[in-house]
């Protein structure tokens, strides 16, 4: 079983940045499509950001020229750079291996006003 870890969440002013972490635990994983969703309270889970196999990425009108996906493959790890970040940004977030269904249990990134 493929485990994802993520990590970097916290807790950050507006107009604040942070950085996510995914770690996976078998090599190749973060080679496959990635994404990142997030869930805020009594919320439904949506899809922030993704990156195919070939480096492409897309992203979510709301976080468009705020966040970047990138990946490391040396390192076995998918990012989520955020910056500009607004309080309404505050949710766990989950990384999620597409082609898998892999999912991690979530960080949570909490923007204060």
């Known amino acids: 079983q493929v485990q994802l870890v993520e990590s970097g969440g916290g807790l950050v002013q507006a107009g604040g940045s942070l950085r996510l972490s995914c770690a996976a635990s078998?090599?190749?994983?973060?080679?496959?499509?990635m994404a990142w969703y997030r869930q805020a309270p009594g919320k439904q889970r949506d899809l922030v950001a993704t990156?195919?196999?070939?480096?492409?990425?897309n992203y979510a009108n709301s976080v468009k020229g705020r966040f970047a996906i990138s990946r490391d493959s040396n390192k076995n790890r998918v990012y989520l750079q955020m910056n500009a970040l607004k309080p309404e940004d505050t949710a766990v977030y989950y990384c999620?291996?597409?082609?898998?269904?892999?999912w991690g249990q979530g960080t949570q990134v909490t923007v204060s006003s």
């Open positions: 999620n291996a597409q082609t898998y269904n892999y």
């Open positions: 078998r090599v190749g994983v973060v080679d496959s499509a």
């Open positions: 990156i195919t196999s070939g480096g492409s990425t």
